[in-house]
Structure formats: C-alpha cells, structure tokens
C-alpha cells in the first residue's frame, strides 16, 4: 500500500510503528465529518451527503483541514441520516442534502453548532449535542459496535490507527494457542448467532479434533427478518471480523477461512473482499502473518438464498456447492464439518468480539453480564417503539430498560402488549416479565430465546395469533422441507392458524397446536424445525385468551382479524361529511348530510374503506 | 465393542453402529421408512425415533443414524419414544392417505389413522424419503430426478418437472420407494418402459423371436458398458427372452446331436 507508505509488515515493530505514523499525523484540529452510511441512513441517501460534503471539503482549500469519510451504521437508524462532526462529537440527525452547507460553513468552518439539527429529548425538551447524551446512547454499552460510527470501513489504516490489529499482534507474539484458548473460555464469550455454545469449548474441541487441514468460517448468513445486526458489523468494521478470525484460526490451528455471506448484502460483499485485499496486502492475511510461521487466508462466499442455510450444517454444505439442506449433528461440526474436516463455525457479532477480549482480557469480558451470559450483546429494536435502530446493551439488562429508555416507548402513546425476541423462531414476551433480564437462561425459561438479537415490540393493537401466525408462516415457507414433523407439521400448524383468524376456530385447535409444538421441538431434525413452534407456544402459554376469544366468541380482541369484529360510528365523532358514504363499496351506509352516519351491518363486508377515510375518527373498530 | 442397553436388553456393537443396527442385533422392532441399508442414512423421516438416556435428562434422536461410540442406554418402548413415532407416522398418513403400505406400517405400530387432513400434495402419497433419489444417484450413478421446492411445496421430479432423459429407466427408485408410490408400468404397444409419476420413458427392449418386452433397452446398455463385456454371441443371446434363448439353447445343443 503505497498510501501507507508501506508495502508489507514483516514485524509486530513494523505494526506498531505504522500506528504511530497514522497517530502523529492527525492533527488535533483537523475536523473529521463522519456520515454514517448504515442500511438505514443510506435507504435516507446518505452516500449523496457524502459526495455533496466531499465536494464541500474540497472547495474548501488546501489550507482547511477537514476530511470527509463514510462510517458504519451509528444504530439509531429512525434519526438518520446521521452527521457526526469530530472533534467534539456534534450529532446531527435527519440531516438533508440541504443541511450541508449550513453544517460545512457554521460547524466545521466555524465551530458553532446548528441548533435545528440537533436530537431533542422528548423528557426533557432540551437539544442535546453530544451522542452520548442522548438516551438512546446512554444506556448502551459497545463493544461489537464500538468501531462503528468512528471508523472509515473501506480504509485499513484507520482500523490500525484506532488500535486494530494489536490482539492479533499480541496473539503472536507471546501467547501459545492454548493460552488464546484459555483466555476466550476465561471471558465466558457465547455464540452470538442463535444457540449460545461457548466459544472458547468450540474452539478448545476443534483443536483437539483429529484431521487436517481445519477450516474456520464466519456465518454471515443474517436471515432473520428485520435483522441488520451483522450486517452493521461487515459493512461497519469488516477488520474487526478479519482479526477475530485470524486469532480463531491461530488458536484452533486452522489456516483457511470463509466468511459466509447473505446473499441479499452486497455491500457487505464488497467491503469485507475490500477489507481482505488490504490485510493481505499488508501482510496481515496470507502467508507468514506479520513475519511469523502463522498463514491464513480468507475467502468470501455469498449465501444460497435461504434462512436455512445459516444453519451450521446447511452452510456447510451449501459451501461446498450442495443443495444448502441440514444433516444430523450426532457428529459434531468441529470434528466433521466442512468438507468432512473438523471446522470451527462462528457468527459475525461472535468474532467481533474477540479483539477486545484479547485486547482487554477474559476477565473485564467476563466482567460485564450475568453469571451465564457475559459480554454484551447486539439488538435490533424494531416494531411499535419510537426509537427503532441498533443497539448494544449488557446482558443482564432489563427488556423495560431497552424498550422505555433506549426504544423511548410505545409509538403513539399506546400501551405495550409484547416483545418478540430471537428471530423468527423465538417467543413473545408479555408485559408482566417486561422486567426479565435479558440473557440467554431467562428469555428461554420465558420461552422465548436469545436467537441472533431480533427484538420486536408490539402494541396493543396487534393480535397475537396474527402474530403467531405470521412466523408460522415464514417458518413454514423457509423450511427445507427435508423430514417430515418440519414440512408436515407446520403446515398443519398454519392450516390451524388459518382457520382461527378466520374465524372458523374449533374447541380442541390449542390441544392440537400444543401437541404439534411438542412433535416439532422433539422430533425434528434441525434446530429451526425444534424450535419453530415457539410462536405459537409462547402466545398460547400469554394470550391464551385471546386465542379463546377467536375460537369460542368468534372475536378479535386486537381487531385485527377480519370478520371477528364490526365497524361502528360514533355519533358523537362523526360530522356528517360523507365521506365514508361515497367510498363505501357495499353502499352500506346511510345518513343525510351534517347528521350521523349508520353502517347497516348486513350489507358491510368489513373491508374498512370507511375506517381509513373517515377524517373525525369516527369509524370504530368494535 | 461398546454396549447399548435398549429397553434393559444388553447388545454388543462395534464402534460407530447406529442404534438402529443394536436393535435389529437384539431382535427389537423399530419402525423406519426412510433407512435403507444401500445408501446413508438422511433420517428424512423421522419415524425410528427412540430415547437416548444422557444421565441428566433424556433426548429423542433418530436411531438410523446415531453413531453409538461409547456405552449408551436407549428406550425403545418408552411412553415419549412411541408418543413422537406415532405423531410422526400421524403427519405422514395425512401426507400418504392411499398408501397401503404405510397404512400396514401404521398398523403394526398401533396407530390408527391420523386426526390430521391431507394438507400437503406436493407429490401425492409420496412422503419425501429420498430414497429413490439416493438410489439412482449413488447405485444407479444416474441423478435423473432430484428434490425440487422448499418446505411443504417439495417434490421429488426430474430437472424442470419434464419427463427426464438421464433416467434408464431401471426401476431401482420403484423397487426402493418403502409406500409403493412410484411404479413401473409397461406400455406394451410403444414397446416402453415408464418410471411413474416421474413419467420418464424409455425404450424396451424386446424379444427378436416372440416379441415379449425383457428390459428397458438402457439398462441393457448400460450393464454391458459396466460389465465390460463386448462379446458377438453374449450380444445375441441378450436379444431374445429367457424363454426364446431356452429353446434355441436346447435347439443348437440338439443339433449338435449331444443325445443321439
Ligand atoms: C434455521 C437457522 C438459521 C440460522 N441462521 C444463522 C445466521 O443467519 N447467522 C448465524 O450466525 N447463525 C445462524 N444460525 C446458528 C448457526 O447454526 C450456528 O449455531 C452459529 O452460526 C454458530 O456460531 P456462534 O456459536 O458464534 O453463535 C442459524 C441456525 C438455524 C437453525
Ligand atoms: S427441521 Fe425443517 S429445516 Fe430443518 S431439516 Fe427438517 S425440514 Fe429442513
């Protein structure tokens, strides 16, 4: 790299001395304009921010020094785009093309602050211009996500500047792989992609599984929907993923990676394959890493296209070209995995936190969390909270604390009903356990589970068995359909499912789900087929009433459930516009003008034209 | 050798049997559909499903495939054992509602019929084994059909749901299906062979004396190509029926005056 002015590190030295370089020429004060170009803030086009401020820095003169540089995802996605001007840290959030000359000019040439752009606390009513400042910050601790906002992902130099690669060095240079072992299984790190498996027993296990070469991989498959926590990470701070891997490899004794990618980023595609080319470059991918006898290299493979496949199994064997289908685990991965060698599989977030741990020790890890669960762990908080985005939080912390402080509550001033935590396969919690810690032991004692970090809030107004339905669904559409409980059973479920939203429920359906949940969780032969039934159990064990109400009273508490509730007027509301009178389809409503309207309820066909129309909010759902 | 204890009955094994193969060394009946002795176990079906005893708590596992690699003890009998194979054998006569076979499975299991509707048909009565699959794949060397779809919407069928032009129309997928779902049918007048419900057609080959259909031309084909026998007169004898090539034996044999 010509840029660094180096071709090859030879030497931790040489590392060590690169970092300084990179420090002693930042100036302190030169500015730093950061524009997060996150999934979301990009779908808000922060990448034309950032060309129109690239071009604002370079009008500026040689004489300013202000750079401008696109950074991983800032995690409150529902403010972006996201602007960050250092040094001093000014937030300022949903900003528009507009917005960049006021900043360019009062900020960064002037050094006052624009006070429209900054976050307001709605307890406070005060504008806020640090981001630490801001409660959705305050609560959140970062580790996984500590690189992002800060670094540039598709400059190597940066990551070393900010101290990337120093645990790999470290790694190198004194410690045996027995002791980078030890001081993973010392800090308690857990698998962060669904199942929560130890990190350092899986490494232990792989290195002493007989059998060569072994491979190490990174699943990036991401299928939940909704999910971007991984995402965040490869687009954000692709290095740090390359450097846990590269001190996975190291311990376990492997010399080949993969890093498996979803088929839907690719983005993360390109910025991993970036961030691989310059490590190698720099001699710290590839052969005799940082002059020692350690090699390893890294491919990047682009996923089959299925929730499935980021099943450790199936990856395995859609990394190897075959159809991406689960097998029996009776014979572990890291004993016989890819290519029938001993593998060693982790998730994205998972090798994220490696560097730290070695940087910092297992034990300030182990320090942080619960008993069982240690570290910290990445959400992404989506649903009905006004504060959706990523975040970060100890294990341990209260679900109230993330939904009230961090999500800033209900949306609309409505009332919580649930939480779905764990992706498609975990289970909702109601709001009498909303003061559970969040780790992997109390959120499957809740029936629900940890899953890879999904967390979806629901309101009121959502219907439970709607909602069991709809991942029933998804399930039974993704499933591979390879034996029988999986592909029969929940096709059987969501028949069931069917015929309650519809109404047409019978006395013994909730026996029926549970027995069918009970077949599932025992019989299948992967873990999205044990674990599927979550949905339904867990809404069945909380809101069996509303089930009832479907199926013996022929209502939808929530209504949401077409044809178990009716539309009324509201006389007092309604203004005798009538408007609802012109849209209605089914001409089933009668008034004269400026006197209240009737839905004759025999000719209504409950498509709810009236209750969208309707300007008063006169049209209830009853 | 490690020891399984199934249902109390001590069985010596060699390391890496399955559960399965204990069992059947014991004498103990274990259903199964999808295990055949040809190919690997996938434990598609689920159907052998018995209790593992792991000291602490108990796990269902299928027995065609778990490998036993120290002593284990296994339930069989156990009430949770025949609760999950006959919930699985309960989602498939659902799936299978005319195969007789299953039914007499069924039947011998002590499951009488299913509370379930038929929900799914992808492939009527087929119960996605893949047997056939792995048959004509890994004996037959040919992958003429293969898995199509996810979930409920899996199908077994040739490339693009045509009738396939790998198959040679063998029959080993019929032999191996365990419900009686796929058949061979002889189409006398077309003088072919066809893999239903694949629909695959091939050509028969037919007795040059009497005409009676022997074998689908391909296989034919294909067991010289592997025998690797290209002899004139095993060429000849091989067109004519059992019957045909009897009487012309005996023929030539006589005019060869061996009874004279
Ligand atoms: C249906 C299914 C989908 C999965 N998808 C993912 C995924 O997208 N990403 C992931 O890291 N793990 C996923 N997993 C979990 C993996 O099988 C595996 O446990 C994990 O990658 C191991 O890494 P960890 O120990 O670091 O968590 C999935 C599991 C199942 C059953
Ligand atoms: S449980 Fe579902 S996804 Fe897993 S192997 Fe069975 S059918 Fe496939």
Known sequence: MTELGIKRFSSLVELEGMREKLLNSRSASAKSIHVCTGPGCVAKGSFKLYEIFCAAVEGAGSDVQVQAKCVGCHGFCERGPIVVIEPGGIFYQRVEEPDVAEIFRETVLGGRVVERLLYEDPNTGKKVEKANEIPFYKVQERIALSGNGLLDPTEISDYIAEGGYTALAKVLSPMTPEEVISEVELSGLRGRGGGGFPTGRKWRSCRQAEGSPKYVICNGDEGDPGAFMDRCIMEGNPHSVIEGMLIGAYAIGSEHGYIYVRNEYPLSVERLKNAVAQAKELGLVGETILGSSFSFDIRINRGGGAFVCGESTALMASLEGRPGEPRAKYVHTVESGFRGKPTNLNNVETWANIPHIINRGGKWFAGIGTEKSKGTKVFSLVGNVVNTGLVEVPMGITMRRIIDEIGGGIRDGKRFKAVQTGGPSGGCIPAEHLDARVDFEELTKLGSMMGSGGMIVMDEETCMVRVAKYFTDFLQKESCGKCTPCREGLAQMLYILDRITDGEGQVGDIERLEELGGLLEGTALCALGKTAANPVISTIRYFRDEYDAHILDGRCPAKECRGLFRYEIDPEACNGCGICLKNCPADAITGEKKVPHVINQEKCTLCGTCWEKCPFTAVLKV | ?260
């Open chain 2, 1 to 260: 050798m490690p020891t399984v204890t199934i249902d109390g009955c001590e069985v010596k094994v060699k390391r890496d049997a399955t559960i399965l193969d204990a069992a059947r060394k014991a004498g103990i009946w274990i259903p199964t559909l999808c295990y055949h002795p040809a190919v690997p176990s996938e434990a598609t079906c689920r159907l052998c499903m018995v209790e593992l005893d792991r000291g602490e708590w108990k796990q269902l596992v299928t027995a065609c495939n778990y490998p036993v690699r120290r002593d284990i003890v296994v339930y069989v009998s156990s009430e949770r054992a025949k609760k999950a194979r006959r919930g699985v054998m309960e989602l498939l006569l659902a799936r299978a509602p005319e195969s007789q076979e299953l039914k007499a499975l069924a039947e011998r299991m002590g499951v009488k019929g299913t509370p379930y509707p038929n929900v799914t048909d992808s492939q009527r009565n087929c119960i996605l084994c893949g047997l056939c699959v792995q048959v004509c794949e890994q004996i037959i060397g040919k992958a003429a059909i293969s898995f199509a779809g996810r979930g409920a919407e899996r199908t077994v069928a040739a490339p693009f749901r045509q009738p396939s032009e790998d198959c040679i129309g063998c029959g080993a997928c019929a032999a191996i299906c365990p419900v009686g779902t796929i058949k061979v049918r002889l189409h006398k007048e077309q003088q072919e062979v066809e893999i239903s419900p694949f629909k695959s057609r091939v050509k028969l080959l037919v007795c040059q004396e009497c005409g009676t259909p022997i074998v689908s031309s391909e296989v034919s084909e294909q067991v010289l190509r592997k025998s690797q026998i290209d002899w004139q007169e095993f060429r000849e004898l091989l067109r004519l029926c059992p019957k045909c090539r009897r009487s012309q034996t005996s023929a030539r044999l006589r005019a060869a005056s061996v009874y004279k």
